[in-house]
């Protein structure tokens, strides 16, 4: 399509590579995702959206930078949706689940950093994120070492603000993240133009909960057995919540959770029932990270959950709706923020709950544990979720890996024999 060439030129990419980088992911969506069998109908618009993330997506956020609106990148789920749009601007997320310009990277940040942050250092010096090229500010968090000392470097290429991210639950964090909330929005109100009036972030908040309860209504679903999805295609769902248009991506969800319902209704699902139930849980998966998902189910197991921020960690809790103030309203949100169960916090026996509920819940036979190589908050956390799930007798297979295929193999055979074991 030329019109989209002359966009991606507009944006400087490296417009060879970025042909590249398109044809390899459009070669690996195949093999992984049109390769299954009796898939739901709702998927083709996910198919839809995957297919145009570069082109039509990237369309509409030209448009609407046209429009005067801004465009907001972020790496994490604790950075507040509902404030961005209650500014009027556009919340995207950015983190990338593919190796791509490593070389470059491993200039800026040292060897021993794990793939995820690598991969968005890379595909910026690379130039070839649209998405990166089309944001006016870069919202980063302290949360682990890596991204936070990343984040100093690549300052130095896009402009960023930093969110401070507490590391402990206390009172004292709390309110130092309240502080962070307002800071946030300053900086928003600054960037727009716009004052954040109630009514705005109370619509802010319906759009985000709204969008959340979609995806809690999707993962309530996957207990039935058969599975109804793919942990596959649930996992690029909740890929696809990171970047679509809010209302547009939680209008598609419902209706394919209709259509879950109506395949639950008649017993069907996409594996036989009775086929070995994983439930997937650690570091976030994100586009197109597919490869340990497409091992498992490739390993005669189906996964029927995603605990990790590009899943539940990021659904499972509302914004209350009640409060009719600015203050009540931030307040609100900054405890549910403050629910996160994410492992740079410490401690974070929350989780350990959360987990082994989870699976519990979802009737998973086993839970495989998913840490990036040199994540050390996901590895460490590893043994204890591992200790945790001993006590209520669910099996664990902890993985750690990154974006090379070069470990499939090996990895295959593993999950291969847990699935044998469960
Ligand atoms: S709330 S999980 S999105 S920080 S994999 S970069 S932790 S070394 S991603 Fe996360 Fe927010 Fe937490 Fe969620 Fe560091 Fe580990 Fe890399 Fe990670």
Same mark, same amino acid.
């Given at each position: 399509?030329?019109?989209?060439?002359?966009?991606?030129?507009?944006?400087?990419?490296?417009?060879?590579?970025?042909?590249?980088?398109?044809?390899?992911?459009?070669?690996?969506?195949?093999?992984?995702?049109?390769?299954?069998?009796?898939?739901?109908?709702?998927?083709?618009?996910?198919?839809?959206?995957?297919?145009?993330?570069?082109?039509?997506?990237?369309?509409?956020?030209?448009?609407?930078?046209?429009?005067?609106?801004?465009?907001?990148?972020?790496?994490?789920?604790?950075?507040?949706?509902?404030?961005?749009?209650?500014?009027?601007?556009?919340?995207?997320?950015?983190?990338?689940?593919?190796?791509?310009?490593?070389?470059?990277?491993?200039?800026?940040?040292?060897?021993?950093?794990?793939?995820?942050?690598?991969?968005?250092?890379?595909?910026?010096?690379?130039?070839?994120?649209?998405?990166?090229?089309?944001?006016?500010?870069?919202?980063?968090?302290?949360?682990?070492?890596?991204?936070?000392?990343?984040?100093?470097?690549?300052?130095?290429?896009?402009?960023?603000?930093?969110?401070?991210?507490?590391?402990?639950?206390?009172?004292?964090?709390?309110?130092?993240?309240?502080?962070?909330?307002?800071?946030?929005?300053? =900086?928003?109100?600054?960037?727009?133009?716009? #004052?954040? &009036? $109630?009514?705005? !972030?109370? *619509? @802010?908040?319906?759009?985000?909960?709204?969008?959340?309860?979609?995806?809690?209504?999707?993962?309530?679903?996957?207990?039935?057995?058969?599975?109804?999805?793919?942990?596959?295609?649930?996992?690029?769902?909740?890929?696809?919540?990171?970047?679509?248009?809010?209302?547009?991506?939680?209008?598609?969800?419902?209706?394919?959770?209709?259509?879950?319902?109506?395949?639950? =209704?008649?017993?069907?699902?996409?594996?036989? #029932?009775? &086929? $070995?139930?994983? !439930?997937? *849980? @650690?570091?976030?998966?994100?586009?197109?990270?597919?490869?340990?998902?497409?091992?498992?189910?490739?390993?005669?197991?189906?996964?029927?959950?995603?605990?990790?921020?590009?899943?539940?960690?990021?659904?499972?809790?509302?914004?209350?709706?009640?409060?009719?103030?600015?203050?009540?309203?931030?307040?609100?949100?900054?405890?549910?923020?403050?629910?996160?169960?994410? =492992?740079?916090?410490?401690?974070?026996?929350?989780?350990?709950?959360?987990?082994?509920?989870?699976?519990?819940?979802?009737?998973?036979?086993?839970?495989?544990?998913?840490?990036?190589?040199?994540?050390?908050?996901?590895?460490?956390?590893?043994?204890?979720?591992?200790?945790?799930?001993?006590?209520?007798?669910?099996?664990?297979?902890?993985?750690?890996?990154?974006?090379?295929?070069?470990?499939?193999?090996?990895?295959?055979?593993?999950?291969?024999?847990?699935?044998?074991?469960?």
């Amino acid at each position: 399509n030329p019109a989209y060439t002359a966009m991606w030129e507009k944006l400087n990419l490296d417009i060879p590579a970025h042909d590249g980088l398109l044809e390899v992911l459009g070669k690996f969506y195949g093999d992984i995702y049109m390769s299954q069998q009796g898939r739901l109908q709702g998927m083709e618009y996910l198919d839809f959206v995957l297919s145009e993330v570069h082109g039509l997506r990237i369309q509409e956020l030209q448009q609407a930078k046209e429009q005067g609106k801004k465009i907001i990148g972020t790496f994490c789920v604790f950075v507040p949706e509902e404030i961005t749009l209650a500014a009027g601007a556009v919340h995207v997320g950015l983190c990338s689940g593919a190796d791509a310009g490593t070389e470059e990277a491993e200039k800026l940040v040292p060897r021993n950093t794990c793939a995820l942050i690598k991969s968005f250092i890379g595909f910026k010096l690379a130039r070839l994120c649209p998405f990166t090229e089309s944001c006016d500010l870069v919202v980063g968090e302290t949360t682990c070492d890596g991204k936070k000392k990343a984040y100093e470097a690549f300052a130095e290429h896009v402009p960023m603000h930093v969110m401070e991210v507490p590391n402990t639950k206390s009172d004292a964090a709390r309110d130092l993240f309240k502080t962070e909330v307002l800071r946030y929005m300053q =900086a928003l109100q600054q960037l727009t133009g716009t #004052a954040i &009036t $109630p009514q705005a !972030l109370a *619509s @802010g908040i319906r759009a985000v909960n709204a969008k959340r309860r979609a995806l809690q209504r999707l993962s309530a679903l996957r207990s039935a057995d058969p599975a109804p999805i793919s942990g596959r295609d649930a996992l690029l769902i909740n890929q696809v919540s990171f970047y679509d248009d809010p209302e547009r991506f939680t209008h598609s969800i419902n209706a394919l959770c209709d259509q879950m319902e109506e395949r639950i =209704a008649r017993k069907e699902g996409i594996a036989p #029932a009775g &086929t $070995p139930r994983l !439930l997937l *849980s @650690g570091c976030p998966m994100a586009v197109p990270n597919w490869k340990l998902p497409y091992i498992m189910e490739s390993s005669g197991a189906v996964i029927v959950g995603e605990e990790s921020c590009i899943g539940t960690r990021n659904t499972r809790d509302l914004v209350d709706e009640s409060q009719e103030t600015l203050d009540g309203m931030i307040d609100a949100l900054v405890d549910r923020y403050m629910k996160i169960d994410c =492992a740079c916090f410490t401690p974070n026996t929350e989780r350990l709950h959360n987990v082994t509920a989870m699976a519990q819940e979802l009737k998973a036979d086993g839970i495989v544990h998913y840490a990036l190589k040199f994540c050390q908050p996901y590895a460490h956390e590893a043994f204890k979720i591992e200790k945790a799930a001993r006590e209520k007798d669910i099996p664990v297979l902890s993985v750690e890996t990154d974006y090379s295929m070069e470990d499939a193999e090996q990895l295959k055979t593993r999950v291969e024999a847990f699935v044998e074991m469960v």
